[in-house]
């Protein structure tokens, strides 16, 4: 079949009045979108009620998939891109990355964490502020785990909020920077910020 008849067929099923759109979704269970930062590539993800449920650095397409994998079991299946949903969650964080802010003011859910995970990430929310590190020994004894630096580590690792919930402001015993979601340049970079906007 050729490009004419196609296009002839496609006239004559289409009423001329409609043009084409794509279809708009007014809301979502869980709103979603894949925001280029100055730290990195980062999904954002707030729930039904405006919780914020995600910031995950997400390398590639694969580390999308399993991050839209786990809000679907962990909140709901009912996930789709809607970037307008998330417009103030995404200039705060532009706000924040350009140091314009120092804090966020968004309402969040640990939906996508353990409960080791809770008791971790809500005790470094309280305690480590904006320009201040901490050490892994010290946010387990923090929260009356002293021998569980690995295991704090490893939630850190997992933190669904990343920035929001500063596991940037965590390094080693003796400062050094070691692993973070976005990589180590993206964690310099935000103690770095942290660290010209506190002097």
Known sequence: MNDTIVEQRLQTTRPASLPLRPPTFPSADVAYVVDDTAVGR????????????????????QAVDAVLNRLAHAVSPRVLRLPSALDSTRRQFDEFLAGRRQDFDLETDFALATAFQRDVLATLARTVGYGERET?????????????????GAALGAN????????????????????????????????????????
């Open 42 to 61: 980062i999904l954002f993800a707030r729930n039904a009620g405006g919780a914020l449920v995600a910031s995950r650095y997400v390398a590639d397409d």
């Open 136 to 152: 892994y020994g010290g946010l387990a004894r923090a929260i009356d785990r002293p021998t569980a630096s690995r295991a704090v």
């Open 160 to 199: 669904p909020l990343c920035i929001v919930v500063p596991c940037h402001r965590v390094v080693g015993a003796h400062g050094s920077l070691t692993g973070y979601a976005g990589g180590v340049a993206a964690k310099e970079y935000l103690l770095g910020l942290e660290w010209d906007k506190t002097r």
